[in-house]
């Protein structure tokens, strides 16, 4: 009988992910903010209570530490249904599609990463 290998699955992020202090909203209406489950230059998951189809591009607005916010433009990668009783009804990964000039630098200073290639 063969043996069996794992399978290491390739890590194909171009961009590590942090925990940080960035919050968001929809950025057509004002409401709460919402933490962010992880984020890079690259882009942010979320938990959201709201259906949000793969492909779909929204706008977010990303409430940076310091009363500082930037307005980018979305796509949702997946969406994935939380288990029973967690914070939110779906987990969603989204990648930045359009940032404002300057949004680089201000996500670098808040990830804390002064070196990192786009």
């Known amino acids: 009988m063969a043996e069996k290998t794992p399978q290491v699955k390739e890590e194909r992020r171009r961009y590590p992910r942090l925990e940080v202090p960035i919050m968001y909203r ?12 992880n984020f890079s230059l690259g882009g942010v998951r979320i938990y959201s209570n709201a259906y949000l189809k793969e492909g ?12 500082d916010s930037i307005v980018a433009t979305v796509r949702v990668v997946w969406t994935k ?8 009804v779906f987990d969603v990964a989204l990648e930045f599609l359009d940032l404002p000039a300057g949004a680089i630098e201000k996500l670098k200073k808040v990830l804390k990463m002064d070196s990192v290639e786009e």
């Open 81 to 88: 249904v939380l288990p029973p009783g967690s914070d939110a």
């Open 56 to 67: 779909k591009q929204i706008e977010i607005e990303l409430c940076l530490p310091q009363e």
């Open 26 to 37: 929809s950025s057509r209406k004002e409401g709460p903010v919402h933490p962010t489950q």
